[in-house]
């Protein structure tokens, strides 16, 4: 698998031979002790020929509370890691921190509690060609005991839809971005949504609406093992209700057309779902998901309405 990754990867045509790829992998952290399997799965890739790899740590906390990990760690792994310390437990402020540190034209983006298959660098970097994003799909590892309405919804990972298209949004937790296109755009990501979280939604619809071609690699796999303190009701729909408001944001900041239609009809498929809810109550598992899909859309109606965006992640 890896072998086809990296033939896909090689580009075309006579002259080519020697050119080298240049990466850099993103992990912006947080107090988290995942932080050491996330930078140990980078450390393991199996790269593609001719393709040079650095690990760019950006800690968030108040203080360089990662600093010492990170430095056990670049002691004895055989890839090149940089530790940039980026304080303000916003991060928007850690992913720009990012955007700033990277001096290579592609930088990749991976969460602190995710760690990534061997082939995934590979995966991204094979499907880059004619793009300005590759996203990948973050899988949901659940634990024992996880509720069968939660499995069932895979309500923790993210992935794209292959009937999307064409791809005018994605996420940071797995991701490959053209620098070059950035740079060129003076594209960052919104502090204001620091700490509401969703400046991702935001950051790669402002990319696609500057022209960029955002792309989708299924073998790009990541995973997270999902906490418990995520798994329940409350979690959920505090995240669907978000990112409803972060979608309507999104369109009345940079697509006003979009935003008068999603305007005009949340309050409609939120009776749609009400509905649906109803009628599929026996079922159990998939009541639940109309319910958080209405739960969505009331995040959208109640951003029209003024409320402000649901702040996820508060200064702790």
Sequence with gaps: MIDRLAEAWSPPGKGNEGVRTEITVCICTFRRSSLLPAMDSIARQALPPDTSLRLLIVDNDAVPSARESVEAFRAKAKVEIDYRHAPGQNISVARNAGLGAATTRWLAYLDDDEHASTGWLAALLAARHGAHAVFGPCEAIYGHGTPS?????DYHSN??????????????????????FVRRNALQFDPALGRSGGEDTVFFHAMYRCGAVLKYARAATVYEDVAAARLNLGWI????????????LM?????RASYRRVSWTAGAKIAACAAMVAATA???????????????????LSYVLGAGIHQEYGVR
């Design 149 to 153: 309405w939660i499995k069932g919804g």
């Design 159 to 180: 992935r794209i839809s292959a009937r999307r298209e064409p791809i005018d949004t994605g996420y940071t937790s797995n991701v490959l971005i053209d620098m070059d």
């Design 237 to 248: 729909a505090r995240r669907r209700y978000r990112a409803g408001q972060v979608y309507a």
């Design 251 to 255: 369109f009345h900041q940079l697509d």
């Design 282 to 300: 026996p079922s159990g598992r998939r009541a639940m998901w109309w319910l958080m899909r209405g739960t969505f859309h009331a995040g959208v």
